[in-house]
């Protein structure tokens, strides 16, 4: 019911936001969160549904208030409040979804897929994902609430 009024009231990526209660883990940039985009989110869920043997796809605007010159994405699943680590085959965003050097306050789109293997196990997590800049500091770090399966 609740996301049935949400849906009436407001457009569907700011549901799909609120629904899922995608939240920040410290990152520097700023975050559009209205219009971040994940693969198997839906208003009438709290979780995020990441199908084995798929790629889980996403994108998250975003302007950072200094130059990113590198950009890694640090992909955990948080599973009883222990990371592992998603290895991600490319995790350097410049040269894939950003051309860099990307300068301070431009609005950029980071996107990447994160393939599901077979292997994972099928449970509810908290996926971490991080970009870090050439600095070492977080631009980008939300917490996305997952089910594998
Ligand atoms: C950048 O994005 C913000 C937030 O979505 C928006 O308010 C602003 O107008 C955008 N700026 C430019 C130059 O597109
Ligand atoms: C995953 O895909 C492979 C190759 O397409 C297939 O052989 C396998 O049965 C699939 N596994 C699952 C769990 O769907």
């Not at 936001?17 to 009438?44: H, L």
């Not at 998250?60 to 222990?82: D, M, Q, Y």
């Not at 050097?101 to 950029?108: E, F, I, L, R, S």
């Not at 077979?118 to 609430?145: E, F, H, M, N």
Request: with cysteine.
């Amino acid at each position: 019911m609740k996301s049935l009024t949400c849906l009436a009231i407001f457009t569907f990526a700011f549901c799909l936001a609120t629904a899922v209660r995608i939240k920040n883990c410290g990152g520097k940039a700023n975050i559009d969160y209205q219009n971040i985009q994940i693969t198997g989110c839906s208003p009438k869920l709290p979780y995020c549904i990441f199908e084995k043997n798929h790629t889980a796809q996403l994108s998250i605007p975003f302007s950072s208030n200094t130059e990113i010159t590198s950009l890694k994405a640090v992909v955990h699943g948080v599973i009883g409040g222990i990371p592992i680590p998603f290895p991600l085959d490319n995790p350097e965003a410049c040269g894939q979804s950003l051309t860099c050097p990307v300068a301070a306050h431009t609005n950029v789109t980071y996107f990447e897929g994160l393939p599901v293997k077979p292997i994972y196990p099928s449970l509810r997590l908290t996926v971490k994902w991080a970009l870090q800049d050439q600095a070492g500091v977080d631009q980008v770090c939300i917490l996305i609430p997952v089910k594998l399966q």
